[in-house]
């Protein structure tokens, strides 16, 4: 196939200007045939208010010479000839001989899923083992949390069926390189099991949380189809290791209040960045693991119509959507003056500020929206970077223990609620010191009313005491680094900011160490995934569920089908 980048259009000129630009840059005859379609799209702002389409766009002329000889006769570097790369799962080596039983994949987040999704499609009947409970009672729960009801320990913003990414945004964005067509396979899955086509092509994909349920649902019926079984409200509890061999030998799990036992010979750990007491199982059981660097800070809130003008030179529902617009997004990264970094994470154009908290008596907040883009708000996590070994000790769980403290001084702030700051309020608060001698709760009363309803929050939430949530230095340098965000964005730290937090899982602070054939330092233990500290989000942790199914077809037979 020929590739061809950079083809350039005004924003919202007709699909039909395209391919007649498609024609010109290759030179074809009116009568010449061809097929073509987007594979990148992006829109360049560059000299805004005047704004480009930019495509990239693969084109068949079904035959393979012709095309070499037209690229060559070209000689365009943005004109270039490509072999398309399509996935195929490895036949399986079985280097260690055939298992006694099916594979068992512990969490259904994206990495578990897609693991157990491969596994299922090559004969392996795996046995999928997730926490909380299937999407349509999951997604009733959390509404009712929102709501102001009790929080469901194992049926929350974190735990259940898709993970946490399900009450996210969907986005498909990744820095990860793969040359096997995995990226590309995963996006196939998607759209097959019903995500928008746009995700093919889209410089920032995403798929939006409301249609993200219904791909998940999809994903799990595919599963048990291809005769894999998936297991709801099943926490495994412990580990089952042989004495002799020191291999996997089986799990424990509670469902309903008791205890139940797989025997299995390889046990795929895919947990969220919220199984904290998974982890400590792990920890307990002398799996290997190490601190992992991660970031904390707030989710800071405005108006996105200011974003859209900001980055566009244009806003208005009318004059997007005459230009084929979505609401725009930023990516905003600073240097502190003391060397650290902060930079912007998860940023949700037209989306909410959620509850997105799983423990009792902690609180945390994650930014979420539909694939419309369509409230009145943008938000974005400001993280600032935490290193491994800040925290004094060298204990593996350091860096999650700080995030626990940090979650519990966060649920006083508000009485559980999340507790929302003006922007320069918090500074303010910060810089004349009236945060060291912070009341526990501050009065809701202090958010007025229209600017509660403009806020677009998931969740109960009231004014509170921000400026004392971090220590000093990490608040100082979110101020600098906003301050330095108003200048390439004006209004950016400005009176229509609003801050939220804390923003306190961007990532797993610990890694499950792992070896070449991806099993951990236990025989049969297969850690993958954003909470093993293998991946970055959805993107990256399917990719990572891909590669553990392969992990495990390179090791092991299936296990011989019963009578």
């Known amino acids: 196939m020929i590739v061809i980048s950079q083809v350039k259009l005004p924003c919202g000129a007709p699909s039909k200007e395209l391919e ?21 799209h992006a829109v360049d702002a560059r000299k805004k208010p005047e704004l480009f389409d930019i495509y990239s766009v693969s084109v068949l002329l079904g035959d393979e010479r012709r095309e070499n000889g037209i690229v060559r006769r070209l000689k365009d570097d943005k004109i270039r000839f490509e072999k398309p790369v399509h996935y195929t799962f490895p036949v399986p080596s079985g280097d260690n001989g ?35 409970k299937a999407m349509e009672e999951r997604i009733r729960d959390v509404t009712r949390f ?25 986005k498909l964005t990744t820095g990860i390189k793969d040359k096997s067509g995995r990226i590309e396979e995963v996006i196939r899955r998607f759209i ?15 798929i939006g949380t409301d249609k993200l349920r219904s791909v998940i649902i999809s994903l799990r019926e595919r599963i048990i189809r291809a005769g894999g079984t998936v297991i709801f409200g099943a926490k495994v509890t412990d580990l089952l290791t042989d004495e002799s061999t020191g291999r996997i030998r089986g799990v424990v799990y509670v469902r309903d209040g008791k205890a139940a036992q797989l025997d299995t010979q390889v046990l795929v750990l895919a947990p969220g960045h919220s199984a904290r007491d998974l982890i400590r199982t792990l920890h307990k059981n002398h799996v290997r693991m190490e601190q992992k660097n991660f970031a904390v800070g707030f989710r800071v809130s405005h108006p996105q119509e200011m974003i859209d003008f900001r980055q566009y030179g244009v806003c208005g529902e009318e004059k997007m959507k005459s230009l084929n617009l979505s609401h725009a997004s930023y990516k905003l990264t600073a240097k502190a003056s003391s060397g650290r970094g902060v930079y912007s994470f998860c940023m949700c154009p037209g989306g909410y500020v959620v509850n997105a908290s799983s423990q009792e008596g902690r609180l945390t907040v994650n930014g979420m929206s539909d694939y419309a883009r369509d409230s009145a708000r943008a938000n974005s996590a400001i993280v600032m970077t935490v290193s491994a070994g800040e925290f004094g000790s060298d204990d593996p769980l350091a860096g999650m223990l700080f995030q626990e403290a940090l979650e519990q001084k966060a649920y006083s702030l508000a009485g559980g609620r999340i507790p929302v700051r003006r922007y320069a309020d918090l500074k303010a608060d910060f810089l004349d010191g009236s945060h060291a001698g912070h009341k526990e709760e501050t009065e809701a009363s202090e958010i007025s009313t229209e600017e509660a309803e403009d806020l677009c929050i998931r969740g109960q939430y009231a004014g509170g005491d921000l400026a004392s949530l971090y220590p000093e230095d990490l608040t100082r340098d979110f101020i600098e680094a906003m301050e330095y965000f108003d200048g390439i964005l004006p209004g950016f730290a400005g009176e229509k900011a609003f801050v939220m937090g804390p923003e306190s899982r961007t990532s797993s602070p610990v890694r499950i160490l792992r070896e070449k054939n991806m099993e951990g330092s236990v025989g049969g233990l297969i850690p993958c995934g954003e909470g093993a500290g293998y991946a970055g989000g959805i993107m990256s942790a399917a990719v990572d569920g891909i590669k553990a199914a392969e992990a495990v077809a390179a090791g092991y037979y299936p296990a011989a089908l019963q009578g």
């Open 192 to 206: 097959e099991a019903g995500a928008p086509e746009d995700i093919a092509y889209e410089n920032l994909p995403h």
């Open 98 to 132: 055939r298992l006694k039983n099916p594979p068992v994949v512990v969490g259904a987040g994206p990495a578990g899923l897609f693991c157990s999704l491969y596994l299922a499609e090559n004969g392996y009947r795996p046995i999928l083992l997730e926490r909380g």
């Open 146 to 170: 929102w709501e102001g009801g009790d929080l469901d320990p194992e049926s929350n913003c974190q735990f259940g069926e898709g993970g946490a990414g399900t009450f996210s945004d969907g």
């Open 20 to 40: 007649k630009k498609i024609r010109g840059r290759l030179k074809l005859s009116a009568g010449d045939k061809f097929t073509w379609r987007i594979t990148r």
